[in-house]
């Protein structure tokens, strides 16, 4: 079975300070795929990252950034200098045969980012 | 229209109301998904589709009926909910029905059954 674990409910920051979001998944595969996806009021689910289980490099996109730590299970983002636009509600997901090849989701961190 | 689309944006239905959410992907994906996401709740797969067959529906009750007529359109048909069935509908698709393709997602339809 897989599980994604989204410790943190909401975090509420003042602009231009950075934000971390915590992601821990669990998973009997040794290939699977790790995803964030982004909410904002509007309802779509936007897709921000996909990473596979055996590239451990940690990326960075502008503001955005993503540190996977295959050791501890975790696939943490982070948002520097945050902004009011950050303001929604972010997914990590996780993809691998346990679960038949859909993707589980954690039940979402909501980031208020206060000017 | 790019990306995924889904009409109508909102639906107020009553209890024993016939009513269909329509999903639309220009993308050339072959999978399409639809999802139910409700208040506090993690996002839940209803169903999954690929090249046009219905290959995973998660429980679902019978008043909730998709129907995918080519691999860009998806529909989920209701009929006599309850009121537990509002909530947001996502559509979403991907390139194939594999773990390790991103979904692509559409706005949704904010469902209200009074």
């Known amino acids: 079975a897989q599980k994604v674990t989204q410790a943190q409910t909401e975090i509420s920051v003042v602009e231009k300070e950075d934000v971390t979001l915590d992601c821990v998944y669990e998973t009997r595969d040794t290939t699977y795929y790790l995803f964030w996806y982004k909410q904002p009021p509007s309802g779509e689910l936007v897709f921000l990252i996909r990473r596979n289980s055996f590239d451990e490099q940690n990326e960075i996109s502008g503001r955005y950034s993503w540190n996977f730590q295959k050791s501890t299970s975790s696939f943490n983002f982070t948002i520097t200098a945050s902004q009011v636009v950050d303001s929604a509600v972010y997914f990590c997901a996780l993809g691998g045969k346990a679960a038949g090849n859909k993707l589980t989701f954690g039940g979402g961190t909501r980031v208020l980012v206060k000017p | 229209e790019t990306g995924v689309t889904q009409t109508p944006r909102h639906l107020v239905m009553g209890m024993t109301n016939k009513k269909s959410l329509k999903c639309e992907q220009h993308?050339?994906?072959?999978?399409m998904y639809w999802y139910k996401q409700s208040a506090k709740k993690p996002l839940e797969l209803m169903f999954v589709?690929?090249?046009?067959?219905?290959?995973e529906n998660n429980s679902v009750p019978s008043r909730f009926s998709p129907e995918c007529p080519n691999s860009s359109h998806l529909f989920l048909h209701l009929h006599t909910l309850q009121p537990e069935d509002s909530a947001l509908y996502l559509c979403?698709?991907?390139?194939?029905?594999?773990?390790?393709?991103?979904?692509?997602f559409g706005p949704g339809t904010r469902l209200t059954v009074t």
């Open positions: 993308l050339g994906h072959n999978a």
């Open positions: 589709y690929s090249l046009e067959e219905r290959v």
């Open positions: 979403a698709s991907s390139l194939a029905r594999d773990r390790q393709y991103e979904q692509y």
